[in-house]
């Protein structure tokens, strides 16, 4: 699958702060976060607004850089990274779900999922059989054609997992990726993110959701960008099995190995959403 199929998304945070200036007033919004995250863990991150959830989540996926702090990932050294090698690496190890999906609206579904694809330089006929695989692990083969504004919202968030997934990332993000959808629909988003994590993608939510924190494997409990909480339980039975996503990538079984850092000149992922004024780290 991708370049970095056997990369499987280990990760380590040492002493992490990241502030924003807002006019005299600096917010501290992560204050000494010090974490590990293993591959394969399913990890979800809760506590009160302003806590510093999203800011870790942008800084897990090199969305941001701390201001101190040390970020490793996979083994490698990732808290000083330019623009140009942030991005590589995320294109091949991270995908990002967002609670507005963030598509974009000119863009049928299938031309959402294959977006990573193209910039990736993926040829057109392997990338049409991509994309046509990954709509149809997320039930979605006969909206290949809608754009997002005839989609439901639950439907947008399968495209945008099918999106995030398209380049078999060893890292799945999700920053409330229920949080604008009704329960039923919450529930089928989560099993989605629940099955792909027990084929082997480390999966880290964000969420305000009791259900699907209490689901995680690990919860982590933030207050006033601190950790203050991180217990881990055995995964929940009853997690639906079988569903067929991202067939024969088989990273569950691989071995870990080390990362590996290229140098090529790479294609941006989808933009990230807007952050708002904050001072550059
Ligand atoms: N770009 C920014 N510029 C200035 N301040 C910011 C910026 N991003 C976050 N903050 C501040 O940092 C703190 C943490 O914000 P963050 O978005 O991480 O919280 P959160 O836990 O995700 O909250 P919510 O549950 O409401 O999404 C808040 O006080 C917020 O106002
Ligand atoms: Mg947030």
Do not use: W
Not at 153 to 168: D, F, T
Not at 169 to 180: Q, R, S, Y
Not at 225 to 250: A, E, K
């Amino acid at each position: 699958m991708s370049a970095c199929g056997g990369v499987v998304g280990m990760i380590e945070l040492d002493r992490i702060t990241r502030g924003f200036q807002v006019g005299d007033q600096l917010v501290q919004a992560l204050r000494e976060v010090s974490l590990n995250i293993t591959a394969g863990e399913f990890v979800s991150i809760m506590g009160p607004s302003g806590s510093g959830k999203s800011t870790l989540l942008n800084l897990l996926g090199l969305l941001d850089r701390p201001n101190s702090g040390t970020y490793r990932l996979d083994g490698l050294d990732v808290t000083g990274l330019d623009e140009v090698a942030a991005a590589t690496v995320r294109r091949e190890k991270i995908g990002f779900v967002f609670q507005f999906f963030h598509l974009i609206p000119r863009l049928t579904a299938a031309g959402n999922v294959a977006l990573p694809l193209v910039l990736a330089g993926v040829a057109p006929s392997e990338r049409k059989e991509r994309v046509a695989r990954l709509l149809a692990d997320v039930g979605l083969s006969g909206r290949a054609d809608h754009l997002p504004a005839q989609l439901s919202g639950g439907q947008l968030q399968r495209v945008a997992i099918a999106r995030a997934m398209s380049m078999n990332p060893a890292i799945l993000l999700a920053d409330e990726p229920t949080g604008n959808l009704d329960r039923a629909t919450g529930r089928e988003v989560l099993a989605l993110l629940e099955d792909l994590n027990q084929r082997g993608t480390t999966l880290i939510v964000v969420t305000h959701d009791q259900e699907i924190g209490a689901r995680a494997g690990r919860r982590i409990l933030m207050e006033d960008g601190r950790v203050v909480g991180d217990s881990i339980s055995p995964s929940p039975s009853g997690v639906p099995q079988g569903r067929g996503f991202i067939r024969g990538s088989g990273r569950g079984s691989e071995a870990q190995t080390s990362a590996n850092a290229e140098s090529t000149v790479p294609p941006s992922p989808p933009a990230p959403p807007p952050r708002g004024e904050g001072s550059k780290p």
